[in-house]
């Protein structure tokens, strides 16, 4: 249990530094444009698999961003998933609104390996063993910004698995109820 709370301290920690030191730098004369962003899902959070997202803006209908998360639960099935992204945006706003999102998938999964079965005892040396899996996949969403640049995003989606098949799940979520700060 401490092991859990220490990487909930931890991460919590992390996600609120990297926010408040890009709200810590000078100002100048000339603000430069705000092409990064820092989300935490508080979905997956509450979940158990706690996600961090970093997004870089290209243009202002286009970016490309991040998402890691990890399992602090132990009744989760995925230990880490990492998509990278690339998203083109609708709204008025510079890289806000409605999107749409292309995505890679990146995720290591525990599954039971059964072993050998015998007819009389059924299977036996039952274990837990995880395997990688490899993905493509689409999610569509919206993004909406304050004056302060501060962010609340919905994305929804579903990727393809391409690796492990046979013992993995074909596919895995995109989804996220994000808060972050656009710096």
């Known amino acids: 249990m401490k092991s859990i709370n220490l990487k909930i301290g931890l991460f919590t920690a992390f996600f609120f530094t990297v926010v408040f030191t890009g709200i810590a730098q000078e100002e100048t004369n000339e603000t430069p444009p705000e092409k990064n962003e820092i989300k935490l899902n508080i979905g997956y959070v509450i979940a158990g698999l706690p996600e961090v997202t970093y997004e870089r803006y290209l243009t202002d209908e286009t970016a490309i961003g991040v998402s890691v998360a990890f399992s602090i639960e132990e009744n989760i099935d995925y230990n880490f998933i990492a998509v990278p992204y690339f ?9 806000a609104g409605f999107f749409v999102e292309g995505n890679a998938g990146l ?10 079965f015998h007819p009389d005892y059924g299977y036996n040396n ?3 063993e995880s395997k990688f899996g490899l993905g493509l996949g689409m999610a569509v969403g919206g993004k909406f910004i304050t004056k302060k640049g501060w962010i609340a995003e919905l994305v929804g989606g579903l990727g393809r698995n391409f690796s ?5 799940s074909e596919v895995y979520p995109r ?4 808060i972050g700060k656009r710096f």
Do not use: C, P
Request: glycine fraction near 10%; hydrophobic fraction near 30%.
């Open 175 to 178: 989804l996220g109820i994000s």
């Open 107 to 116: 995720f290591s999964e525990e599954y039971i390996h059964y072993g050998d």
């Open 126 to 128: 039952a274990s837990i």
């Open 87 to 95: 998203r083109f945006y609708f709204g008025k706003k510079n890289n």
């Open 164 to 168: 492990n098949t046979e013992v993995l």
